[in-house]
């Protein structure tokens, strides 16, 4: 019988999708007051691998990924993701844009050994972990790279995304050495 331990800790990660640049620091501005400091911001991208989301956020989407320095137990992605489902919501409702959702805020969390997203939707390949709240391995590592599963989203699969992850997966092995 294997011994119960508890995990080690991750990295809390978000990505931020929107066409406006107001929305975007927004939403990292509300992750940092309740997650803590931002210890790693990506670069803006552009979001130009699907058209998914133009019907609900427009066109000229742009995405942005930040990385928190408070790590956490993975687990605590299910609260997590309830809580960006109420700050998106909230900044719908405080601004003006023609958009029915003008920011999209995507929380997981990256390990030594992969990026897992969390979601409402259910899928083949997904957990179920509590209160609504799914969970997919996006991608792992594995001799030295990021590899992808047939469900892994194309943004996902960029280079230029995987370098961030990469950059994020080297931080928190450095964190955790102390």
């Known amino acids: 019988m294997g011994e119960i331990s508890t995990h080690q800790p991750v990295l809390l990660i978000c990505a931020l999708v929107s066409r406006y640049p107001d929305a975007l620091r927004w939403g ?14 990506s670069p803006v991208f552009d979001f130009t ?3 998914y989301y133009n019907a609900t ?3 000229d989407l742009k995405k942005q990924f930040v990385a928190f320095e408070n790590l956490v137990q993975p687990d605590e ?5 309830r809580a960006t489902n109420r700050l998106e919501l909230d900044y ?3 601004h003006q844009h023609p958009e029915d959702r003008p920011l999209n805020l995507d929380p997981g969390y990256i390990s030594t050994a992969k990026l897992v997203l969390a979601t409402t939707k259910d899928r083949d390949h997904r957990l179920y972990m509590a209160k609504g709240i799914y969970a997919e391995v996006t991608l792992f590592y594995r ?11 194309p ?16 931080w928190l092995k450095e964190r955790i050495r102390g």
């Open 57 to 59: 956020m427009g066109e």
């Open 155 to 170: 943004d996902y699969q960029r280079e230029d995304f995987q370098e961030y992850f990469s950059k994020c997966r080297t």
């Open 28 to 41: 990292i501005d509300q992750l940092s007051r309740t997650r803590g400091p931002v210890a790693l911001e």
């Open 77 to 81: 992605i299910v609260d997590t993701k």
């Open 143 to 153: 001799k030295k790279q990021w590899c992808s599963s047939r469900w892994t989203y």
């Open 49 to 51: 691998e699907t058209s």
């Open 92 to 94: 719908s409702a405080a």
